[in-house]
């Protein structure tokens, strides 16, 4: 990627960059580059569309334009397996933000946010060692906003902020909230990542319903019991087997 297809952004009130461009591959990829040349911590890539967007577990991510894509670097400063949590602290932090429009999101295990059910917004959280020894983290988010329709195959599982309100937003003040919001969730997760354990408990609507866990060409039926204290998710099997399900272990789908 050329220096010339992104700019920074000013009118920012933080230490590191937000640099923004109209059309990336996907802003994780760009990020995590990025990153290895020595960006700073905090800094932010924003684009208004993906050419190939990811999501959890290798699958691709929708990014057409009209949409907020943005991933945030940061450099924690601690052993891998502590930065884990900070997928379910930014689905929270993704839910204030979307509350504060007066909707009412909630979170599907581990990490989308849905809007009647349907999926909203997604994030993809990739940890890497950096050249100086260091752990780095890039997550991302993708929030479906201007988006008038979805393909046949995701007609009755996405949605976006226009189809939902009826409404075209502007998104370079929703970018700029989303940013804020994540900056101070990552300021409370820094000083303890149980700050929003008691919020993605209460807006975690997987618990309670009937789940398949797919792992390796086997689909293992379960029940959704609670979110355990390292926002795993605690499961019942039909055999009644007790089992603690932890991020990018199975995928989780949820039976209706």
């Known amino acids: 990627m050329e220096k010339s297809d992104y700019s920074v ?5 933080r230490a590191a960059p937000v640099l923004y461009s109209e059309c990336l591959t996907s802003t994780n990829s760009v990020l995590k580059r990025l990153a290895a040349d020595g960006a700073a911590s ?6 208004r569309e993906q050419t190939a967007g990811r999501g959890r577990l290798g699958r691709s991510f ?5 949409g907020i894509y943005l991933s945030v670097l940061w450099r924690p400063g601690c052993p891998p397996e502590k930065t884990v949590s900070l997928t379910a602290c930014a689905a929270a932090a993704l839910c204030r933000w979307i509350e504060g429009y007066g909707l009412k999101p909630e979170i599907k295990w581990p990490n989308d946010v849905l809007l ?6 997604g994030i993809l959280t990739e940890g890497f060692t950096a050249p100086d020894g260091g752990f780095s983290v890039v997550l991302g988010i993708g929030v479906n906003v201007n988006t008038e329709s979805f393909p046949e195959e995701l007609a009755d599982t996405a949605v976006s902020l226009r189809m939902a309100t ?6 370079d003040g929703l970018a700029r909230e989303l940013i804020a919001q994540l900056d101070g969730m990552y300021r409370l997760w820094c000083a303890g990542p149980g700050a929003f354990l008691k919020e993605y408990r209460s807006r975690c609507t997987t618990t309670g319903h009937e789940v398949l866990l797919e792992s390796g060409g086997l689909s293992i039926p379960a029940r959704a019991v609670g979110i355990n204290d390292d926002y795993s998710l605690a499961v019942e099997t039909a055999g009644g087997e007790r089992r603690d399900v932890r991020f990018g272990e199975v995928s989780v789908r949820m039976q209706h």
């Not at 952004?9 to 009130?13: L, N, T």
């Not at 905090?42 to 684009?47: E, I, K, P, S, Y």
């Not at 929708?62 to 009209?66: K, V, W």
């Not at 009826?166 to 998104?171: C, D, H, T, V």
């Open 42 to 47: 905090g800094t932010v890539l924003w684009a």
């Open 166 to 171: 009826g409404r075209i937003w502007e998104l």
């Open 116 to 121: 009647d059910g349907k999926k909203l917004s």
């Open 9 to 13: 952004r000013e009118g920012f009130d």
């Open 62 to 66: 929708l990014s057409p334009e009209g």
